[in-house]
């Protein structure tokens, strides 16, 4: 073969090379554009999401009831602030005390679903199951749903608990402030017996205003102008007290013991508050600024599991 010839040979064989390097690069590309996963290849991932469905649908089934569970926890949160307004004392702490088991029934709940999820065929680790873009995305919304449950048992218990406490002090306020007017009625009338045992009541009405206030503290109230109005009102009650039984004792002769009380029960009295109002009103706030906070926490929940458990029907 001559010099020309050759040349002709080998620019031949150089154009099936390149056309061969062509194919085979077309064929890396289209590879690459059907990975597994995608809807394209769906074949490559049938096995894997069939062995995932169940248990993705069951997941997806008890979202569904764990949002039904956070509706009636915000039920419960609306129900608490109503008594709370009408200081209905009884129906709150009934709301708060079914509000408190169901949030640790969700929190439980919510665990479980969470660890069913995370081990899923497919999705647990060491697993070489090829799941669909489509069965991932599942998965994952249905993750972040619960992610909206966090917290929601500490911030009714802290907060909604606090409420039920200021509602009972603002009560046992005005409660107290009646008795005790009643017991000095009593007194002027000349009904000591009767006046001692009213001043009783408003002594273990003060001493649970106590416990109460020692539970606003704990959980970060400032609670001193409470505890100085509970003082003045407790040194009044006794000063009272040793009046009446002064006179008692003395049946009815203005004795130096009773002179002394008696002037010891004008100082106290001048050292009243004019009147609980402020002091109910600040009460107020914190009940209602506390339940406010849990209910806002709820029906933020609420929403995103609503919104989640809509777009997995879909």
Same mark, same amino acid.
């Given at each position: 073969?001559?010099?020309?010839?050759?040349?002709?040979?080998?620019?031949?064989?150089?154009?099936?090379?390149?056309?061969?390097?062509?194919?085979?690069?077309?064929?890396?590309?289209?590879?690459?554009?059907?990975?597994?996963?995608?809807?394209?290849?769906?074949?490559?991932t049938y096995q894997?999401?069939?062995?995932?469905?169940?248990?993705? !649908?069951?997941? %997806?089934?008890?979202? +569904?009831?764990?949002? @039904?569970?956070?509706?009636? /926890? $915000? =039920?419960?949160? *609306?129900n608490a602030l109503t008594a709370l307004v009408s200081r209905d004392v009884d129906t709150l702490q009934a709301s708060v005390s079914e509000g408190g088991d169901l949030t640790h029934s969700i929190d439980t709940h919510a665990s479980e679903l969470? !660890?069913?999820? %995370?081990?899923?065929? +497919?999705?647990?680790? @060491?697993?070489?199951?090829? /799941? $669909? =873009?489509?069965? *991932?995305?599942?998965?994952?919304?249905?993750?972040?749903?619960?992610?909206?449950?966090?917290?929601?048992?500490?911030?009714?218990?802290?907060?909604?608990?606090?409420?039920?406490a200021a509602t009972r002090i603002t009560v046992l306020l005005e409660d107290h402030?009646?008795?005790?007017?009643?017991?000095?009625?009593?007194?002027?009338?000349?009904?000591?017996?009767?006046?001692?045992?009213?001043?009783?009541?408003?002594?273990?009405?003060?001493?649970?205003?106590?416990?109460?206030?020692d539970e606003l503290k704990s959980g970060g109230v400032d609670v001193s102008t409470l505890t100085a109005w509970l003082d003045l009102n407790s040194e009044y009650d006794a000063a009272l007290r040793r009046l009446y039984v002064a006179v008692v004792a003395s049946n009815g002769t203005v004795t130096p013991e009773v002179r002394a009380a008696f002037d010891a029960e004008a100082a106290a009295r001048k050292r009243l508050p004019g009147d609980t109002k402020g002091l109910v009103i600040i009460l107020a706030e914190i009940g209602r600024g506390g339940l406010n906070q849990a209910v806002i926490g709820i029906e933020e929940a609420r929403g995103k599991l609503d919104a989640t458990v809509g777009l997995l029907g879909q």
């Open positions: 073969m001559n010099g020309q010839g050759r040349r002709v040979a080998l620019t031949v064989a150089w154009l099936v090379v390149a056309a061969l390097v062509s194919l085979g690069a077309a064929g890396i590309v289209g590879a690459m554009a059907h990975l597994p996963g995608t809807p394209s290849r769906a074949e490559l894997g999401d069939k062995a995932i469905e169940p248990g993705l !649908a069951e997941a %997806e089934r008890s979202l +569904g009831d764990l949002a @039904g569970e956070v509706r009636q /926890l $915000s =039920e419960l949160g *609306r969470r !660890a069913k999820l %995370e081990g899923l065929p +497919g999705l647990a680790g @060491g697993n070489e199951l090829v /799941l $669909s =873009e489509e069965a *991932r995305d599942r998965q994952a919304r249905a993750l972040r749903a619960l992610d909206a449950t966090n917290g929601l048992a500490l911030a009714w218990s802290r907060l909604a608990s606090g409420s039920v402030d009646t008795t005790t007017a009643a017991a000095a009625a009593l007194g002027q009338s000349g009904k000591y017996t009767e006046a001692l045992d009213r001043l009783t009541e408003s002594d273990d009405m003060i001493a649970e205003a106590r416990d109460l206030r």
